[in-house]
Nanobody
Framework: QVRLVETGGGSVQAGGPLRLPCESS????????MGWFRQAPGKEREFGAR????????YYSASVKGRFTVSRDNDRKIVYLQMNNLKTEDTAVYFCAAQIPPPSDDFYKWSDYDAWGQGTRVTVSS
């Protein structure tokens, strides 16, 4: 059972940055594609970003592209979500998720992932 723990959430002013780390307990972390999702109050959980196991390929939703960057440190088993130029509409609980091999070409849905963290709350104020 892979355990994922997100940290780094908190309150930030609009326009500011925040970085969310997600630490994994996976024994072969570099084989896991990793995703970030978020769920705003009263809304469904939505895809934000995804990075492949080796870190070569990244994917973003239109709402975060150009402002958020996903990266990973496979030696430390951590995936990061760097969020810049935050907007009030980025307020949500952020979750990281892992895709365990065999690899999948589907990654936009929550159900495409095999393990999830408990989430960390981000509040952006104007």
């Amino acid at each position: 059972q892979v355990r994922l723990v997100e940290t780094g959430g908190g309150s930030v002013q609009a326009g500011g940055p925040l970085r969310l780390p997600c630490e994994s307990s996976a024994p072969y972390f570099s084989t896991n594609h990793m995703g970030w999702f978020r769920q705003a109050p009263g809304k469904e959980r939505e895809f934000g970003a995804r990075i492949t196991g080796g870190g070569r390929d990244t994917y973003y939703s239109a709402s975060v592209k150009g402002r958020f960057t996903v990266s990973r440190d496979n030696d430390r088993k951590i995936v990061y979500l760097q969020m810049n130029n935050l907007k009030t509409e980025d307020t949500a609980v952020y979750f990281c998720a892992a895709q365990i091999p065999p690899p999948s070409d589907d990654f936009y849905k929550w159900s495409d992932y095999d393990a999830w963290g408990q989430g960390t709350r981000v509040t952006v104020s104007s």
